[in-house]
């Protein structure tokens, strides 16, 4: 092939393919934005349910938690319209509701009975009273402990622990020898991850981010109490490098035998009990800790599908919503795959379900839910709605840059007061650059 | 004596290029391997390194769930299509800064060079509202234009360089026979400088290929790339490394055996003019 024709086919090819890209899909299909979970990928697998129902195709675009919140916010606020459904937490939906980014789900049908979602989870979801999202499941945190090394211990656990009584149980369990750490907490930084941990713990030592004025409190002793007690325990009897671990780093731990217990999301009870762990048959659930102070240490999340507002297939994806999140689709999976793979802690008939009642974390996922409360977390009052954030847009980066300095003391690159004194003045100067003061 | 030192060199560099070469191979080594175990053996402290059951579940699973081939064609397209607009706007380009420099030259030279000093993300904004005007969000055609651009410098930097290497006095000479602008780009430059074409091409479709900033926020269902396929993979929550691990497998797997079989030309493209 003579060099003149190889650059023509070159140009039309790069032509051509430029140019036949550029059509659209197709009327009847929706795109949905999801994460990679377990629950989430396990409703795919269903969609051609829905699809032979209704004659609505879905395209699914999976995308890792933190690449999906940038992916949907950058979608939303250009308009972009690349989503007709979008799989948004706890923390986007009072935002983008308020703002008028999605469309308000006000008109679900009877049979849908939208009354049957927890209050926890519709409360969260909403903003002014309006339903703006749906749960697919939600979940709190709870803690997770070996009944064999508890027992090994000498020690029992209450359905209702103390931190104080987490502490010495942790220190009792600690083998170094063996390589078990008493206890497996996250500490990377993070709003999500550590950052999400901390909040929800400081919680029930009375700390709050905010005073109703929108200034920062970590100046207080509440915070100085909660990062010196998480840190003292961790350092006497956590894993090494805690300072980095996270959800994933601490599930391993766990599964592996080498945490005593584990406090994190009541998701990773089917996790711990299932093939993958291999101390699943030695593993028990109690509540969050908390101080004697009123509140827990326990936080709320939902992942929930929501519409944005200007989409072009809005009633379809409405119907998408009704069909993913019923009380239908949650018998669908236990006939499938068995009551403990059904999404959990969104609707509260599955809480009266006798089958459900005999799956082992079931109770104890129900009770943390529900003793937690978005809009009263702290034990002195605060402006903001969230338990283990605060529900403004300009949360998620603050607590990023918190969360760094408190996961640099975790690690002794600084002290917990340093840390504290560099979280009070970031989140004063982002505070007051965004207006709030 | 100096055969003796001249051994011992050679063992030393020898030595210390295997070692290097096997510390970059190591994380490509660990993902392979990785795809073959079970999820529980993918987190198992020792690590496992050829002591366990390999499997093959982990790339049944992916296959069933994901669409490859689509992700695939989507990589291709993209990455050839970027490749190619750039090298054909980038020819003229270069040529006119190797051979008819102006007093600017270096400066426009170097100031192309420093956007890509920019942080992606800076531009996403503008980027998006552009896509979103033009309709162009989750189109191929939308990111072939995006990546051309990104990877624009990079082409007419590497083609300024290896048009540098060819004496102009042979255009001078085909300009004296007669020959139009286009025939002495067409006829006389690029065949002169197609081993740097070739690795610029090859470097470029491998830029382009594993770009995953713009490809993962400017697409959606349709126009996805591999980068997306492996992103669709990762969880905070959920220990799937030996799923993930599968996915990228797969989706290197094109480009690292494109990688192989054209290293001699890529090699000689990297190294043209590097030595007078």
Not at chain 1, 27 to 52: C, L
Not at chain 2, 187 to 198: D, E, W
């Amino acid at each position: 092939m003579s060099l003149r024709r190889t650059l023509y086919t070159a140009t039309a090819l790069s032509l051509l393919t430029a140019g036949g890209a550029f059509a659209d899909g197709h009327s009847k299909t929706i795109t949905i934005a999801t994460v990679n979970n377990g629950d989430m990928i396990r409703m795919q697998g269903y969609t051609d349910n829905f699809t032979e129902a209704t004659g609505i195709n879905v395209e699914w675009v999976t995308l890792e938690e933190n690449v999906l919140r940038q992916r949907v916010t950058t979608d939303i606020t250009t308009k972009g319209g690349a989503f007709d459904i979008m799989t948004i937490g706890m923390y986007e939906t009072p935002i983008w509701g308020a703002n008028g980014w999605l469309v308000a789900l006000d008109d679900l049908s009877a049979e849908y009975d939208a009354a049957d979602i927890l209050p926890a989870m519709s409360g969260g979801l909403s903003h002014d009273g309006t339903l703006y999202a749906a749960p697919f499941y939600g979940e709190s945190s709870m803690v997770m402990y070996r009944t064999d090394l508890m027992e090994k211990a000498g020690m029992e656990m209450p359905d209702a622990p103390t931190w104080e009584f987490i502490r010495d149980a942790a220190a009792a369990m600690t083998d170094r020898d063996n390589d078990i750490n008493g206890i497996c907490l996250r500490g990377k930084a993070g709003w999500g991850e550590g950052g999400a941990f901390i909040t929800a713990m400081s919680n029930s030592f009375g700390a709050r981010w905010f005073d109703m004025d929108w200034n920062a409190q970590f100046d207080t002793e509440a915070w100085a109490n909660t990062l010196n007690f998480y840190k003292g325990m961790m350092d006497a009897s956590g894993p090494a490098g805690y300072a980095t671990n996270g959800f994933n780093e601490n599930l391993s731990l766990f599964n592996q035998g080498k945490c005593g217990m584990w406090i994190d999301a009541t998701v990773a009870a089917s996790f711990v009990t299932g093939k993958d762990s291999t101390v699943a048959d030695s593993v028990s659930f109690a509540l969050a800790p908390d101080n004697g102070l009123g509140k827990r240490s326990n936080w709320l999340w939902a992942w929930a599908l929501a519409v944005p507002a200007g989409t072009q297939k809005e009633a379809e994806a409405k119907q998408f919503i009704e069909w993913a999140t019923s009380k239908d689709y949650i018998e669908l999976v236990a006939a499938n795959e068995g009551w403990a793979n059904v999404p959990p802690g969104a609707r509260t008939s599955l809480y009266e379900n006798p089958e459900y009642k005999k799956v082992p974390f079931a109770q104890m996922t129900l009770d943390s839910i529900l003793s937690a409360n978005p809009n009263d977390s702290t034990v002195e009052p605060s402006p903001y709605v969230g338990v283990q954030f605060a529900a403004i847009p300009e949360f998620a980066g603050i607590a990023t840059e918190v969360s760094q300095e408190f996961s640099a003391a975790y690690a002794g690159q600084q002290t917990v007061a340093e840390a504290l004194e560099k979280a009070q003045a970031i989140t004063n100067d982002a505070m007051e650059a965004a207006g709030y003061k | 004596m100096a055969r003796a030192t001249t051994t011992n060199r050679k063992i030393i560099t020898t030595a210390a290029a295997w070692t290097i070469a096997l510390i970059i191979f190591f994380p490509i080594y660990w993902t392979i391997l990785t795809s073959f175990k079970t999820e529980a053996q993918a987190i198992n402290d020792p690590p496992l390194f050829f002591n366990f059951d390999w499997t093959l579940e982990n790339y049944a699973v992916v296959q069933e769930r994901s669409d490859y081939m689509k992700f695939l064609w989507n990589s291709v397209i993209v990455a050839g299509g970027s490749t190619l607009l750039g090298i054909l706007i980038a020819i003229p380009a270069a040529w006119s800064m190797a051979f008819v420099p102006s007093r600017r030259t270096k400066d426009i030279l170097l100031w192309m060079l420093s956007t890509k000093m920019l942080p992606a993300v800076g531009v996403l904004y503008p980027i998006s509202l552009i896509f979103v005007e033009f309709n162009l969000l989750d189109t191929r055609g939308g990111l072939i234009v995006v990546l051309m651009l990104i990877n624009l410098p990079i082409i007419v930097w590497m083609l300024y360089t290896y048009f540098k290497e060819i004496p102009g006095e042979i255009l001078e000479a085909a300009r004296m026979d007669g020959a139009t602008l286009k025939e002495e780009l067409l006829y006389v430059l690029t065949p002169m400088a197609i081993p740097g074409i070739a690795s610029t091409l090859l470097l470029n479709f491998i830029l382009a290929w594993n770009e995953a900033f713009w490809t993962l926020n400017l697409t959606a269902a349709n126009a996805a790339p591999l980068t997306a396929f492996i992103a669709s993979y990762s969880s905070p929550e959920g220990l799937f490394f030996a799923k993930l691990s599968a996915a990228s497998t797969m989706a290197i797997a094109p480009i690292l055996i494109l990688g192989w079989f054209s290293q001699k030309q890529l090699v000689r493209g990297l190294t043209f003019g590097a030595v007078k």
